[in-house]
């Protein structure tokens, strides 16, 4: 066990940097690397933990966090956290400097995301096929909303409350538990991507403890309910999601501003560049989640064919 804690931190490393980076899921790197079973059913146990030390259940409490898997979750949760310390500040220098061609960046990883997440939809059906569109429509009209926002709520979102940061680590925090779906993204999407990257290079202990709080609750609550909705519906949920994705594409448009602006404008500069970067971004991401589907098929195959034997 002890010999595997090296690779385990590499894992964490490797998750965590895909984390930073809006439109690659941790999700689906703990799926490439064959540990996405173990990371679910810790995270599940210690949300359950969690529930019953809420109720008071202190026996409940030490039984689900026996079922921790802990040699395994603590050394990933350090490669996790050193990732996103040593990318954090590298991240924001170029979202400062380069704001249009990371935002092309961004815009390739999500298309690609996309792609990967319609590929987890075992059936297509009308109706789920409306719930895509009628997501992605709503989100995109919403995002647009934002252009016409006044320089009060402006001068919020890049300073933004504490509650705001909770509000963030509940909701990013489960992207962990949706390959596809990335907690940076959701960040993105919440306005709230700039602000976390700030925190993290400023070494603001106080905020990032109130987002690590966020992420605990929003594990607690969301992750059963997650759980439940992707066993009992999982087409319908997928169909949700990529709606979600599609839909956010609005807010990831280079032209004008980056990440900045939800305006729809024409491209005005850096576009071959741009648009390099966003075909290189997308096609990575493509080849990632099919080698990862590809690695989930075949780890089926070998439980089913040791079921049978």
């Given at each position: 066990?002890?010999?595997?804690?090296?690779?385990?931190?590499l894992r964490g490393?490797l998750?965590?940097?895909?984390?930073?980076?809006?439109?690659?899921?941790?999700?689906?790197?703990?799926?490439v690397?064959?540990?996405y079973?173990?990371?679910?059913?810790?995270?599940r146990?210690?949300?359950?933990?969690?529930g019953?030390?809420?109720?008071?259940?202190?026996?409940?409490?030490?039984?689900?966090?026996a079922?921790?898997?802990?040699?395994?979750?603590?050394?990933?949760?350090?490669?996790?956290?050193?990732?996103?310390?040593?990318?954090?500040?590298?991240?924001?220098?170029?979202?400062?400097?380069?704001?249009?061609?990371?935002?092309?960046?961004?815009t390739?990883l999500?298309?690609?995301s996309?792609?990967?997440?319609?590929?987890?939809?075992r059936?297509?059906?009308l109706?789920?096929?409306?719930?895509?569109?009628g997501?992605?429509?709503?989100?995109f009209?919403?995002?647009?909303?934002?252009?016409?926002?006044?320089?009060?709520?402006?001068a919020?979102?890049?300073?933004p409350?504490?509650w705001?940061?909770?509000?963030?680590?509940?909701?990013a925090?489960?992207?962990?538990?949706?390959?596809?779906?990335s907690g940076?993204?959701?960040?993105v999407?919440?306005?709230?991507?700039?602000?976390?990257?700030g925190?993290?290079?400023?070494?603001?202990?106080?905020?990032?403890?109130v987002?690590l709080?966020?992420t605990?609750?929003?594990?607690?609550?969301?992750?059963?309910?997650?759980h439940?909705?992707?066993?009992?519906?999982?087409d319908?949920m997928?169909?949700?999601l990529?709606g979600?994705?599609?839909?956010?594409?609005?807010?990831?448009w280079?032209w004008p501003?980056?990440?900045?602006?939800?305006e729809?404008?024409?491209?005005?500069?850096f576009?071959?560049?741009?648009?390099?970067?966003?075909?290189?971004?997308?096609?990575?991401?493509v080849?990632?989640?099919?080698?990862?589907?590809?690695?989930?098929?075949q780890?089926?195959?070998?439980?089913?064919?040791a079921s049978?034997d």
């Amino acid at each position: 066990m002890i010999r595997e804690t090296p690779w385990t931190l590499l894992r964490g490393y490797l998750m965590g940097a895909a984390d930073v980076v809006p439109g690659v899921s941790g999700g689906t790197v703990a799926l490439v690397v064959g540990i996405y079973e173990r990371l679910i059913n810790s995270v599940r146990a210690g949300s359950s933990a969690l529930g019953h030390a809420v109720r008071l259940d202190w026996q409940g409490t030490k039984n689900w966090l026996a079922r921790v898997e802990w040699s395994f979750i603590i050394p990933l949760g350090l490669g996790i956290v050193l990732a996103v310390v040593t990318l954090a500040g590298l991240l924001e220098s170029l979202l400062h400097d380069h704001p249009v061609q990371m935002a092309g960046l961004f815009t390739g990883l999500i298309a690609g995301s996309v792609v990967i997440s319609a590929r987890l939809v075992r059936s297509w059906d009308l109706a789920r096929a409306l719930v895509l569109i009628g997501v992605g429509v709503a989100v995109f009209a919403l995002l647009g909303l934002r252009g016409g926002v006044s320089e009060d709520v402006v001068a919020q979102a890049t300073d933004p409350q504490l509650w705001a940061f909770f509000l963030a680590g509940a909701i990013a925090i489960c992207a962990m538990i949706l390959p596809g779906v990335s907690g940076s993204f959701l960040l993105v999407l919440l306005g709230m991507y700039t602000a976390v990257l700030g925190a993290v290079t400023d070494r603001d202990l106080g905020t990032l403890a109130v987002f690590l709080l966020g992420t605990v609750v929003g594990l607690a609550l969301f992750s059963q309910l997650l759980h439940w909705a992707l066993q009992h519906h999982h087409d319908t949920m997928m169909a949700a999601l990529i709606g979600l994705m599609a839909g956010s594409m609005r807010v990831l448009w280079p032209w004008p501003g980056g990440l900045d602006s939800t305006e729809l404008g024409s491209p005005d500069e850096f576009v071959a560049a741009t648009i390099a970067l966003s075909v290189v971004a997308f096609v990575a991401v493509v080849a990632v989640g099919a080698y990862a589907q590809r690695r989930e098929q075949q780890e089926e195959a070998a439980i089913n064919a040791a079921s049978t034997d």
